[in-house]
């Protein structure tokens, strides 16, 4: 599976790009600036049908343009996969593939499994919880396209239910909040279960994964999914049951104060927290690790290696710590984006980045 053709519109920086990579290694050079980081947020964007820096839709739109368009070409044993995006600055965006609207957007992530390396991954090990919950459910919803309708699904009832409570504080009519429990608590233990089991399939690529980039025993890194208010097998109940524990607190503050959006994915080094007792280089290793593993399981679930972007990783690497990830990665198509050629340590199709397009 690789990416075979890429055309943008009023695409970030681009008003116009047809590009055509190789199946195997592509590195684009460039200066800063120039349009690299922005052909592989296109690339991302056509399998997580969202911007891997978190940008909204409308900052996509290239300056006074009303509208962007990405289409892209996977070719795959059974045939080729077009996915056609439209992003609006005012209105909805519009999603094809193979020239259908998809049952459900989770699905193109499934069909198109794709990892991101980063400069900011080392926040995932880092700060708080929010990038690591973000992370487990993006692998989650490559896994599985039920979990990430799970996951917009629970983020539209926490959206309502806050509504609620915001509008009507102490006053919420309890009939309508126990309803809107109940929906949450359902959707919310299926999106934990998807959670925990990805993670657990996670957990020996990412020893394996911290092994090779840190050279250091591997049985030291672990992971765990904290949630305070899981107890036993059943996540649906024990969510149910957390949201009547909290209710008065939830009435008073106006918020969901618990549930899926606001547990934890636990990195620990030799049983100490990576965020706060692990080095600068041991947090970077384990950040690495995190990254590979989910190009390993990915790689195991689908049969295939997932697409892979590196956005100016070596630079911010040693000798060792590069060493390691060339070793561990370089299986399917890969994109490199760097400043300078000789800081990309492999050989493929190299790429010139200028402002007008890539040759």
């Known amino acids: 599976m690789h990416l075979s053709w890429l055309e943008l519109r009023d695409f970030r920086s681009y008003e116009r790009l047809d590009f055509a990579p190789d199946p195997g290694l592509n590195v684009l050079i460039g200066d800063n600036g120039s349009g690299k980081t922005n052909v592989l947020e296109a690339i991302g964007y056509l399998s997580r049908l969202g911007s891997f820096r978190g940008a909204p ?12 368009v990405l289409r892209g070409g996977v070719a795959r044993e059974s045939g080729e996969l077009r996915v056609e995006v439209e992003l609006l600055v005012a209105g909805r965006r519009r999603i094809l593939v193979n020239g259908k609207r998809p049952r459900r957007n989770s699905d193109v992530a499934v069909e198109v499994p794709l990892v991101a ?37 629970y983020e539209k009832i926490v959206r309502q239910r806050n509504r609620l409570l ?41 020893r394996a994964g911290y092994g090779a980039v840190a050279g250091r025993n591997a049985e030291q890194l672990s992971c765990s999914y904290e949630a305070w208010w899981l107890r036993g097998g059943d996540p649906a109940g024990s969510l149910l049951a957390a949201l009547a524990e909290r209710r008065r607190r939830d009435l008073d503050q106006r918020t969901t104060t618990v549930g899926p959006h606001r547990d934890d994915v636990g990195l620990h080094l030799a049983r100490r927290p990576t965020r706060t007792h692990a080095s600068q280089g041991e947090q970077r290793s384990v950040a690495l690790a995190l990254r590979i ?5 990915l790689e195991e679930r689908h049969g295939r290696p997932p697409i892979l972007l590196l956005d100016d990783v070596f ?19 890969v994109f490199v984006t760097s400043a300078r050629e000789d800081e990309v340590p492999m050989a493929g199709r190299r790429w010139r980045v200028e402002e007008d397009g890539v040759r």
């Open 315 to 333: 630079s911010e690497l040693d000798v060792h710590r590069s060493a390691g990830v060339i070793d561990l990665l370089p299986r399917g198509q």
């Open 117 to 153: 390396f980063l400069p900011d991954d080392l926040d995932m090990v880092k700060r708080g919880p929010g990038l690591r919950r973000d992370y487990l459910d993006e692998v989650a919803g490559h896994v599985s396209p039920a979990a990430g309708a799970d996951r917009a699904e």
């Open 166 to 206: 915001r509008d009507e504080g102490p006053n919420a009519d309890p009939v309508i909040l126990a309803v809107w429990d109940e929906r949450l608590a359902e959707v919310g233990g299926r999106l934990v279960a998807a959670r925990i089991g990805t993670l657990q399939r996670l957990e020996p690529h990412l």
């Open 57 to 68: 839709d409308a900052a996509l739109v290239r300056g006074e343009a009303a509208a962007a």
């Open 293 to 297: 593993a989910a190009f390993s399981l």
